[in-house]
């Protein structure tokens, strides 16, 4: 499963680990855009296999951030 950014912004926090076992509805990471932070979450349970941003790195909306099995 692929997880994509939904707003543009700073990826300011990642709170998950390669290898990492989570739950639907986990925060996986922190998106700041305006000094508001949107949370990126879990839809289903799974583990997470690859992480392609780095913290404090920009994104744009739709851009691919977390896989998951």
């Known amino acids: ?3 994509g950014a939904s707003i543009p912004g700073m990826v300011s926090k990642i709170n998950v680990a390669v290898g990492d076992e ?11 855009a305006m000094k508001m932070e ?3 979450m ?5 583990v997470i296999d690859e992480i392609h941003v780095k913290q ?3 994104v744009k909306a739709g851009e691919l951030i977390i896989t998951m099995r």
């Open 22 to 32: 989570v739950q639907a509805n986990t925060v996986l990471a922190i998106i700041e």
């Open 56 to 58: 404090n790195q920009p």
């Open 42 to 46: 879990s839809k289903v349970g799974g």
């Open 1 to 3: 499963m692929e997880i």
């Open 38 to 40: 949107t949370a990126v």
